[in-house]
């Protein structure tokens, strides 16, 4: 039994040796993530039609941290796509945008979200028609208000038309089923033919020209 203490003994020290360097690697990788992680975040809410177009517009924009699609506006708890596209619920289809505002404004993500829809649409959005799919920005509290109200300004004087964009207080936002989240990601090949196939990007250089975010 005395002979085989020395290999204890050196088992356990190797194995208290293993489990402190693999704390520190842990903790250094957290440590990583905690440094690149923003202080603070944001959230804005816009509708500009196929809430998956809208999406995958956001999911390209620099300070953008995630999206989600949804619907907003209306009357009625946890509605579903089906009784949003059908009408009279009074709902939109909208996304919900997580931002670190430390690199964007929320200016600068209103402005971002007119460009990437017809604001001179009161009917709808390229090939989608109808109330849940006109576009509106929503606001909370006056901040947000004055810079949506400067966008959609903006926006009038730089196309010399008028702009129809609402803007709208703030409801409870609902979050769309699950087929309906990342789903440009999730089905890219059919995602990018419905989206052709809509016109949106062709209609966007219609009225923004050169002003049109990258396609």
């Given at each position: ?32 993530r905690a ?18 177009c809208v ?158 975010p990258a396609?």
């Open positions: 039994m005395l002979t085989n203490r020395p290999a204890v003994l050196i088992a356990v020290v190797a194995g208290a040796l293993a489990s402190s360097v693999a704390f520190m690697s842990d903790a250094g990788v957290e440590d990583r440094e690149y992680a923003p202080i603070r975040v944001a959230t804005a809410v816009f509708a500009g039609g196929c809430v998956s999406e995958a517009d956001f999911d390209r924009v620099a300070g953008v941290i995630e999206t989600v699609p949804g619907y907003t506006g209306g009357a009625g708890d946890q509605p579903t796509y089906k009784q949003v596209a059908a009408g009279g619920t009074g709902h939109y289809e909208a996304v919900k945008v997580t931002y670190d505002p430390s690199r964007i404004s929320y200016e600068d993500l209103a402005t971002s979200f007119i460009r990437s829809i017809d604001p001179t649409d009161d009917e709808g959005q390229f090939c989608d028609r109808g109330e849940s799919y006109r576009s509106a920005i929503f606001v909370s509290g006056q901040s947000e208000r004055a810079a949506a109200a400067a966008t959609v300004s903006g926006a009038q004087r730089l196309l010399g038309k008028e702009v129809v964009t609402e803007i709208r207080p703030l409801m409870t936002f609902w979050p769309a089923e699950e087929q309906y989240q990342d789903y440009a990601l999730k089905n890219a090949a059919k995602y990018a033919s419905q989206r052709e196939a809509c016109g949106r990007d062709k209609r966007l250089m219609e009225v923004w020209g050169t002003n049109a396609l």
